[in-house]
């Protein structure tokens, strides 16, 4: 139904994997208001609008995205709103950014409303970048940890690789540096990392061994206070 949005040539299979699981967990988890958090050039605003009343996208003036996909501004520690008012939440590749992660879950469980479900994406292997704000990875113990000590209960839990997409992917993305002159003009490194992520998406069927996977896909659901 839709093309995969925020990818190019270089990385399509991470953000196909992305739109796929996202898709499945917005239809079950996200609706109403949403709040994205660090919502950058807000990639999936297409693919989640029938499922939502609002679409809200929050970031921080420094941010290297355009600022005109922006709704709110503010920053994940200070959300300029009142509490317990939107239905869902999103918040995608933006918490190995926050120096701070147990404050920026508190506020996301803050704006929430009681049971509302927020869906992340919370990278475990990835390289350094959007520099210098980039200050962690994350295991799925360090995950479970955060969420259950700010308020939220664990719906899922999700590893969206393997080794190989794992590696294939950031093999791709080390090519790239490579990508100039007749490397270029002849898209010969596009071709090759179009080649590689395929293999690796074949391979990563038949050995998920997901203790490499770059990326978890967390549902969290907020708890009542009392
Ligand atoms: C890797 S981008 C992800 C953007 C988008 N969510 C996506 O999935 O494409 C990280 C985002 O986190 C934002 N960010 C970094 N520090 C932030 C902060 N303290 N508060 C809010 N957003 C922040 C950046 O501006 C950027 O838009």
Same mark, same amino acid.
């Given at each position: ?7 190019? =040539? ?15 967990? =917005? ?65 995608? @590749? ?23 479900? =927020?869906?992340?994406? $919370? ?19 360090? $995950? ?43 898209? $010969? $490194? ?29 549902? @969290? ?6």
């Amino acid at each position: 139904m839709f093309g995969i949005v925020n990818s190019q =040539a270089h990385n399509v299979l991470v953000q196909g994997i992305i739109q796929k699981n996202l898709l499945i967990a =917005a239809k079950q988890y996200l609706k109403g208001d949403m709040i994205d958090i660090g919502c950058g050039k807000k990639p999936y605003a297409e693919v989640l609008s029938p499922f939502l009343n609002r679409h809200v996208g929050l970031d921080h003036e420094e941010t290297f995205h355009d600022l005109g996909n922006i709704d709110l501004f503010g920053t994940a520690y200070e959300i300029p709103t009142d509490s317990n008012v939107f239905d869902s939440a999103l918040c995608s @590749a933006v918490l190995e950014h926050l120096e701070e992660p147990e404050q920026a879950l508190q506020e996301c469980n803050r704006v929430l409303k009681v049971g509302a479900y =927020a869906v992340y994406f $919370i990278p475990f292997i990835w390289h350094i970048h959007e520099e210098p704000r980039d200050f962690y990875r994350y295991s799925k113990y360090g $995950i479970k940890y955060l969420f259950e000590k700010t308020n939220f209960e664990i719906i899922e839990l999700k590893a969206l690789s393997g080794f190989w997409v794992t590696f294939g992917q950031l093999f791709v993305y080390y090519l790239y540096r490579f990508n100039r002159g007749p490397l270029r003009w002849f898209k $010969i $490194i596009n071709l090759l990392g179009l080649l590689i992520q395929g293999f690796v998406y074949l391979i990563n069927k038949i050995d998920r061994t997901e203790k490499w996977t770059w990326m978890y896909m967390v549902v @969290a659901k907020k708890k009542d206070e009392s």
